[in-house]
């Protein structure tokens, strides 16, 4: 059927093609050619069909999208595909970044002045739009580290954001991820580029766009994670004690808790190596010093430890 030549090959899939205009409404149009191989690409409205040539005759079909159905010119069977979902509108991909922090004394949140328009200058979650090679982990572990200049820090997905007008420059899509580090183990990394600056949870600046309500929904899912896993020993030092463990609950809850109750919860946990060292800065007496046992964490992490019992209705 094929010639034995590329141009006598090309005229073919013209008449071809030509034969069968109800099905094909554009010209063939010769995209790359060499000794051995030739590519082939035909636009047909929204399809594009795509043939590789092995030495001038027809050997495979480069399924570049969707396959749709099967259909056959002259006895040889070809793969319809779509290169994009036809009359779909397109939008962007973006990650936000939730990030807190605990100094010893408040819980705090990770932000930056946005360098661009909309809303030039204005306080920010740390983000960055998903680019098309990585996934969406990726592209919030890059915006994390490029940021910040932090790297290995705990990160978990929140959710997405959505609402057609969140970004009044574009219909954007966010999915929204939040970490949780040590304030003084990462202070020195925090990058001067992005102006980021640390805030008291509680004494945050109003944010751009939906950013607020990321936040309230990272909080809410910190306090509900925090009562039944261990996850905010992330923000602690390496040592650390009691009181100071109790304060960081306190600030996550914005409640009090009985010390007594409160000391014997954790230990009870068996998560804690207790130190021969004390902290003798804030007592006389001094409280003895703690480490976290990092097998015993990494077994544990999923386990229902019910540090507090209904974080719902604390006061």
Same mark, same amino acid.
Request: net charge positive; with cysteine.
């Given at each position: 059927?094929?010639?034995?030549?590329?141009?006598?090959?090309?005229?073919?899939?013209?008449?071809?093609?030509?034969?069968?205009?109800?099905?094909?409404? @554009?010209? =063939?149009?010769? *995209?790359?050619?060499?000794?051995?191989?030739?590519?082939?690409?035909? !636009?047909?409205? %929204?399809?594009?069909?795509?043939?590789?040539?092995?030495? %001038?005759?027809? @050997?495979?079909?480069? !399924?570049?999208? !969707?396959? %749709?159905? *099967?259909?056959?010119?002259?006895?040889?069977?070809? =793969?319809?595909?779509?290169?994009?979902?036809?009359?779909?509108?397109?939008?962007?991909?973006?990650?936000?970044?939730?990030?807190?922090?605990?100094?010893?004394?408040?819980?705090?949140?990770? =932000?930056?002045?946005?360098?661009?328009?909309?809303?030039?200058?204005?306080?920010?979650?740390?983000?960055?739009?998903?680019?098309?090679?990585?996934? *969406?982990?990726?592209?919030?572990?890059?915006?994390?580290?490029?940021?910040?200049?932090?790297?290995?820090?705990?990160?978990?997905?929140?959710?997405?954001?959505?609402?057609?007008?969140?970004? $009044?420059?574009?219909?954007?899509?966010?999915?929204?991820?939040? &970490?949780?580090?040590?304030?003084?183990?990462?202070?020195?990394?925090?990058?001067?580029?992005?102006? &980021?600056?640390?805030?008291?949870?509680?004494?945050?600046?109003?944010?751009?766009?939906?950013?607020?309500?990321?936040?309230?929904?990272?909080?809410?899912?910190?306090?509900?994670? &925090?009562?039944?896993?261990?996850?905010?020993?992330?923000?602690?030092?390496?040592?650390?004690?009691?009181?100071?463990?109790?304060?960081?609950?306190?600030?996550?809850?914005?409640?009090?808790?009985?010390?007594?109750?409160?000391?014997?919860?954790?230990?009870?946990?068996?998560?804690?190596?207790?130190?021969?060292?004390?902290?003798?800065?804030?007592?006389?007496?001094?409280?003895?010093?703690?480490?976290?046992?990092?097998?015993?964490?990494?077994?544990?992490?999923?386990?229902?430890? !019910?540090?507090?019992?209904? $974080?719902? %209705?604390?006061?």
């Amino acid at each position: 059927m094929f010639a034995g030549n590329i141009m006598e090959d090309q005229q073919l899939f013209k008449g071809v093609f030509s034969a069968h205009k109800r099905l094909f409404t @554009s010209h =063939l149009i010769l *995209l790359y050619c060499r000794l051995f191989y030739s590519l082939v690409k035909i !636009n047909c409205k %929204n399809d594009i069909y795509i043939f590789i040539l092995w030495r %001038n005759k027809p @050997s495979a079909v480069l !399924n570049a999208g !969707n396959i %749709n159905t *099967l259909f056959y010119i002259s006895g040889i069977k070809f =793969l319809q595909s779509m290169t994009r979902y036809s009359r779909q509108t397109r939008m962007l991909v973006a990650v936000d970044c939730i990030i807190f922090g605990f100094d010893g004394q408040d819980l705090k949140l990770l =932000l930056i002045k946005r360098g661009f328009e909309p809303e030039k200058g204005k306080w920010s979650l740390m983000g960055g739009f998903v680019q098309p090679d990585e996934d *969406l982990e990726q592209a919030a572990a890059r915006t994390l580290t490029k940021l910040t200049g932090l790297d290995g820090v705990y990160m978990e997905q929140l959710g997405s954001f959505g609402h057609p007008g969140r970004d $009044p420059m574009e219909r954007t899509l966010s999915v929204a991820y939040f &970490a949780l580090i040590d304030i003084n183990q990462y202070k020195q990394q925090i990058t001067d580029e992005y102006k &980021a600056e640390w805030f008291p949870l509680k004494d945050a600046p109003k944010l751009i766009f939906d950013h607020a309500d990321m936040v309230e929904e990272a909080q809410a899912r910190l306090r509900y994670k &925090a009562a039944i896993h261990p996850l905010l020993f992330e923000l602690l030092p390496t040592r650390f004690t009691i009181p100071q463990l109790q304060i960081l609950f306190e600030a996550v809850y914005d409640a009090g808790f009985d010390k007594r109750n409160f000391s014997r919860k954790v230990l009870s946990t068996g998560l804690l190596v207790k130190q021969k060292e004390k902290e003798r800065a804030t007592s006389k007496r001094g409280a003895f010093y703690y480490k976290l046992d990092k097998r015993k964490y990494s077994a544990k992490f999923h386990a229902f430890l !019910n540090f507090v019992s209904d $974080p719902g %209705n604390l006061k």
